[in-house]
């Protein structure tokens, strides 16, 4: 083979590794080569594993790939590109999803219904799917609280069940609560028929007092009757003496006035002086009569 041939091959060979190198190139950037991409935004809170190049799928086609993740603050600001003429619209749900067991990630898109469609550019509000990498720390934390957990039991076992005091007193605990118990029991036995003897009395007492109430109950009638009688004749005693009151201020009035006789004899002073002086002598006659004797003078014509 000369050297021109040798040339040729070598050329051929040269060439065929370049569109294998840019083949391969595209093929792991996951593009193709003169399709045009349109650039969006997603902010999260926390990205957890998610890194440039990871896939973009809009409701499960993937369509893009994540171009950039960088910390904005207290947020994390993530851009990525997908495939010209796709509409997303502003109602539309961005979510990074887990999807390896090495926690690999994804940037899954949900379209939403708005008429509303989101600009090139446009930003998006995002949230994360707990994966294999939250579940590993939600994990070590329930490992180091369960760790906590069990120190605290053998503290509480060390210091109850671990002494060695404690098998004795919950002996001598048993053996108390067996006594108790068998006290228990026997004065169950004493005084069960001391209660049923009990129950009995007051059986018989009960039908005593329902007898005697019954053997009373027409006394207790004719009682009821009587003070309804009572009260009949008081309530005609009080009319007779209203009557009576009325008398006696009828007859009150009368003795005030003096128009009546015992009024003027009440109201009239000469009568009352003719009096007093009718009794000074009778008084003087009758102390003349004690001292001196009776002399009677009788004179016939």
Known sequence: ??????????????????????????????????????????????????????PVKVNGVSLGKVTSVELEGNTVKVAFQIRR?????????????????????????HLGTSSDILESGGTLSGALDAGIAEAMGVAGQVFVEADSLVKILRGVVDSTVGRPEFAGRVNNLLASTEDLTRRISSLETDVDPQIRDGVKT?????????????????????????????????KELAARGEKVA????????????????????????????????????????????????????????
């Open 202 to 234: 007051l059986h018989g007492l009960s039908r005593e007092i329902d007898g005697f109430v019954r053997s009373q109950e027409p006394k207790v009638d004719e009682m009821t009757n009587n003070g309804v009688e009572a009260s009949r004749h008081v």
């Open 1 to 54: 083979m000369n050297s021109r041939s040798r040339n040729l091959v070598v050329g051929i060979f040269v060439l065929f590794s370049i569109c294998v190198l840019l083949f391969g190139v595209y093929f792991l950037k996951n593009t193709v080569p003169g399709r045009q991409t349109d650039v969006y935004y997603a902010v999260f809170d926390q990205v957890s594993t998610l890194q440039e190049g990871d």
């Open 246 to 301: 009325q008398g006696l201020e009828e007859v009150l009035g009368k003795m005030n006035s003096k128009n009546g006789t015992l009024g003027s004899l009440l109201t009239d002073t000469t009568l009352h002086r003719d009096l007093r002086s009718t009794l000074k002598n009778a008084d003087s006659l009758f102390r003349s009569i004690h001292d001196r004797g009776l002399n009677v003078n009788l004179d016939l014509f």
């Open 85 to 109: 003429g796709l509409k997303l619209s502003k109602d539309s749900e961005v979510r990074i999803q887990n999807i390896g067991l090495m926690g690999e990630r994804q940037l899954g898109i």
